[in-house]
């Protein structure tokens, strides 16, 4: 396969497995964050479908953050460090909820929040770039702080994840939930569908008016020491624009993000939890596959120097080393699926149901 299209064919299974990985984050959320929470009670270990209690996300954030470092070793220190830092806090939810007594919700709670909003904030300093230099053998040098990158957009950014999580995962538990939890999980739904619009829309009116995206253009001449190589960035595409605009069908994503969220309030409203629950998954992929195809082909953009900017034609391995990996991935890739399907159906005759001191089961 040729490399150009090697590279393309990464850049779409990274982005399948983004979104595996959010789609696994949101089953977690609401089992472990949002039922102890609507109960009420402490949060015991759950044992039902509707607690997913296999790692689904961490295999896929693990796979995820394996194969950003070996399809884009530049990016494989920083790939490493943000892997592990989510990793860390969805652990720490974890433990949180396992050692949890009544009362002690809201502490779960706080934990349980920080990775999907962490992640809308990493998706928003994308959007915005960040302030790193490259030259040379120097490396990667980075001219920010850490206050730096909770910008007002970045903020925005988090709530839009969080809502857009947090509403996946009640549509989770009104489908899987017993019924002294479905009308909560509902409330619970239609809030964050409500917030996921308002701050969605804001987020894009604000980057479209504001933020300074970029653009690649060809060059004649030679690469230079710290040159792009081939191409030339150029700070002229307003607010990330340049692909919808070049390609009108790229529009139906953002479309699609705003059509799943009404569609899952629609469902909300009229008692229908499957429906809620697939729309809440298409607003989940519409979003990560709207902010995929603002940057493309930019990975990581430079906000201080930007022919520093990560792309995908420069950021990738050689052709042997994406080759290899693919015939890995098609064996691999199609197993983590079946086995997130299995897992997502397994126990599905369990209903969830509150007590008194806790959380009990019995079969439907």
Not at 233 to 251: S, Y
Not at 347 to 357: A, K, M, T, V
Request: charged share 5%; net charge positive; aromatic share 8%.
């Amino acid at each position: 396969m040729d490399h150009e299209l090697l590279k393309i064919v990464w850049w779409l299974l990274i982005g399948v497995m983004l979104i595996g990985f959010v789609l696994g984050e949101s089953l977690d959320m609401g089992a472990r964050v949002l039922v102890p929470w609507l109960s009420g009670q402490g949060a015991e270990p759950l044992q039902s479908s509707a607690a997913a209690p296999q790692p689904i996300n961490l295999l896929w954030l693990l796979a995820l953050g394996s194969t950003l470092a070996l399809v884009w070793p530049s990016l494989g220190g920083l790939a490493c460090l943000m892997t592990g830092l989510v990793s860390l806090l969805i652990l720490l939810r974890r433990s949180a909820w396992q050692a949890a007594r009544p009362r002690q919700t809201c502490r779960v709670l706080a934990i349980g929040l920080l990775p999907a909003a962490l992640l809308g904030g990493m998706l928003g300093n994308l959007l915005l770039g960040l302030p790193f230099s490259r030259c040379g053998q120097a490396g990667m040098q980075f001219h920010g702080s850490l206050a730096g990158l909770f910008s007002p957009f970045a903020l925005l950014s988090g709530v839009v994840s969080l809502a857009m999580v947090c509403q996946c995962g009640a549509t989770w538990v009104m489908q899987r939930g017993g019924h002294s939890l479905y009308q909560p999980a509902s409330r619970v739904a239609g809030v964050a569908g409500v917030m996921f619009l308002a701050s969605f829309i804001v987020a894009a009116i604000g980057l479209a008016a504001n933020a300074r995206g970029y653009s690649l253009w060809a060059v004649e001449r030679p690469a230079t020491l710290c040159g792009p190589g081939a191409f030339v960035v150029l700070a002229n595409n307003p607010g990330w624009l340049a692909n919808f605009q070049a390609w009108p069908a790229a529009g139906l994503a953002p479309v699609l993000a705003l059509s799943g969220t009404l569609m899952s309030l629609f469902a909300c409203t009229h008692a229908r939890p499957r429906m809620a629950l697939l729309g809440s998954g298409l607003t989940v992929g519409a979003t990560l596959c709207s902010v995929g195809l603002a940057l493309f082909p930019f990975i990581l953009p430079s906000s201080v120097q930007p022919s520093a900017s990560m792309t995908l034609w420069s950021a990738a391995s050689d052709d042997r080393t994406l080759g290899t990996l693919l015939i890995l991935a098609s064996v691999l890739l199609p197993m983590l699926l079946a086995y997130t399907l299995a897992a997502s159906l397994k126990g599905s005759h369990l209903l969830i149901e509150s007590r008194p001191l806790g959380l009990g089961f019995k079969a439907s």
